[in-house]
């Protein structure tokens, strides 16, 4: 049985195909204006990485003492960032963002939001949350 679309059902659609696709998350990418401090904390240079302007922005860093963590902007406010540790709190393999998720490589189906709480197991407990200290030029992180 064939039916014919209307012009106007067709764009609504090509529409909603749209907001729907603008709407997820921007994969991680790695931060750039990054520097180690000699007490080991990280100093991410906010300047240098676009993506954390926005809510839901996420930056990467990775190799900071065998560790991959991510930085991500959840809320509008000054010192609204919350920096994680990318291990899955099941077997320790590296998160990797799926939308507004983080999903564990090892394929058990382990799912966290984009802040580290858990949603979905095998994993029971949420990402480890890691100190921040935020200024209007860097987030400092340890």
């Known amino acids: 049985m064939e039916k ?12 909603l ?4 696709l603008s709407s997820a998350a921007t994969p991680a990418i790695a931060a750039t204006g990054v520097k ?4 080991g904390k990280v100093e991410v240079t906010l300047k240098s990485n676009s993506a954390l302007k926005k809510v839901g922005g996420v930056v990467r ?8 963590i991510a930085l991500v ?15 899955c709190t099941h077997q320790g393999a590296i998160v990797e963002q799926s939308g507004n998720e983080w999903a564990c490589v090892n394929g058990h189906g ?8 858990n949603l979905i197991g095998p994993a029971t407990k949420a990402l480890k949350q890691l100190p921040i200290k935020a200024t209007a030029l860097v987030v400092t992180i340890g």
């Open 4 to 15: 014919d679309i209307s012009r106007r059902s067709l764009l609504c659609g090509v529409a």
């Open 17 to 20: 195909l749209s907001a729907g």
């Open 36 to 39: 180690i401090l000699k007490n």
């Open 61 to 68: 860093v990775d190799g900071v003492n065998g560790q991959s």
């Open 73 to 87: 902007r959840t809320t509008a406010a000054a010192n609204g960032y919350t920096a994680i540790n990318l291990s």
């Open 110 to 117: 382990a799912t966290f939001t984009l802040a580290g709480k």
